[in-house]
């Protein structure tokens, strides 16, 4: 096979034609589909009532309280400055999981690229 007949020109780029071949038998595209369920998901843990941006808020006014000894500005019965950062670490660690799921989903992707 030659280096031109290596190459397919598709509507979205030229592609390496091995890999496509391989990936079109290989890769379920439906997959995406559940994926972006889970960026939605992610997307409501980060920036959600009560997501991963409040709790970084809400951390930062207890350090400032504790640290640097500024007024309150989160209500001190609501949680515990060490229940925050294990609930805001969890919730880190889940997010990170999932993308990295993403990730390991759409890298073999990267091999369509003529250039890979």
């Known amino acids: 096979m030659s280096d031109q ?4 020109a598709t509507a979205f780029g030229r592609l390496d034609r091995v ?3 391989r990936l079109q038998d290989a890769f379920d595209t439906s997959s995406l589909l559940g994926a972006v369920g889970k960026v939605d998901e992610i997307a409501l ?4 009532e009560d997501g991963v941006r409040e709790m970084v808020l ?3 006014g207890m ?12 209500i001190a019965e609501d949680e515990t400055l060490p229940e925050l950062v294990c609930d805001l670490t969890l919730e880190l660690q889940e997010a990170i999981t999932t993308l990295r799921g993403l990730v ?13």
């Not at 007949?5 to 397919?8: D, H």
């Not at 390991?104 to 890979?116: D, G, H, R």
């Open 5 to 8: 007949e290596k190459i397919i």
């Open 19 to 21: 890999e496509l071949e």
């Open 45 to 48: 843990a980060l920036l959600g």
């Open 58 to 60: 809400r951390l930062h």
């Open 63 to 74: 350090l400032n309280t504790v640290f640097n000894g500024a007024g309150l500005t989160v």
């Open 104 to 116: 390991k989903l759409i890298e073999p992707l990267i091999k369509l690229s003529p250039e890979s």
